[in-house]
């Protein structure tokens, strides 16, 4: 939290004199109290102390007090605020090592599943385009409001050879540039899924330095295991997810990275996904809830003091 007008806390200081004054007034009364030697007289005489009671009123106007000088200095706090606009590439695996079993029932099976629900959970105003990506990349849905035209093509995927992640960051940089050629374009972002290393095409440093110098962050996912196989000519090849290439992709383009072995996983990812895109942390004043905080405060000073002592503090 910060102050707008900090300036305003030095009213702090006479608040903080009132309440050494009432400390001093309290221990003076104690000691006069004790002064008065017949105990015996003084129990019959004096009405039974508030104890505790006492105290309440004025501490809850103290404190009333310095809530409203805090308010004063109008305090701001960082706020999740939803977008209004975005523009939001998912840049989707289709190379042949997709179609492993380690995750059930396969690892192109569950994540398309899982893109599907992404899909459908993202603001209705959002662009949402769709980049395929195996030996090379290719835009299959331009970035669009139509949800359909991309859960359509989700579903004429299929899987061929090669891993061009690089191609990938360009093309939907490519898809991005081509819808915002407005003055003031929506916030973009590109989410990448891939289980294995950059074998064709473009250099991951290449991709990222060119997403980072369009100001488009790139969040990638890893998904699958280090066991992972897949039958080529009658023989079991292995194909690990290549987490560390992909991390150092979104680190070096300013995104996210998320890993994955499982499809219940991956859904998990792909709605932290949607809640960090579909959010943006700005500063907004809270000067309101200290003054309501305030009143309530001086409002209980009030009624207590009514209700103990038939009086205002």
Known sequence: ??????????LLIPVALLAV?????SLRRSAYAVRFTNLDLLDKVAPRSPGW????PAAALLLMFALVVVGFARPTAEVRVPRERATIMVAFDVSASMSATDVSPDRFSAARQAARQFVEGLPERFNLG??????????AVPPTTDRQAVLNALGRLSTASG???????????EAIASLDSEEEAPPAHIVLLSDGSNTTGRTLNDAAAEASSKGVPVTTIAYGTAGGTISLSGQE?????????????AEAAGGGFYEAASGSELQAVYEDI????????????????????GLICGLIAAVT?????SRLP
């Open 1 to 10: 939290m910060s102050l707008i007008s900090p300036v305003w806390l030095l």
């Open 21 to 25: 004054a009432y400390v001093l007034v």
């Open 53 to 56: 009671r006492r105290h309440l």
């Open 130 to 139: 769709l980049v395929s990506f195996s030996s090379s990349a290719s835009v």
């Open 163 to 173: 891993t061009a992640i690089g191609e990938a960051v360009y093309s939907s940089l």
């Open 237 to 249: 090849v292995p194909v690990p997810v290549d987490g560390p290439a992909l991390r150092g992709l």
């Open 274 to 293: 949607g809640t960090s895109v579909g959010y943006r942390t700005e500063q907004q004043e809270v000067w309101q809830w200290f003054v309501a905080a």
């Open 305 to 309: 003091s009514m209700m103990w002592f």
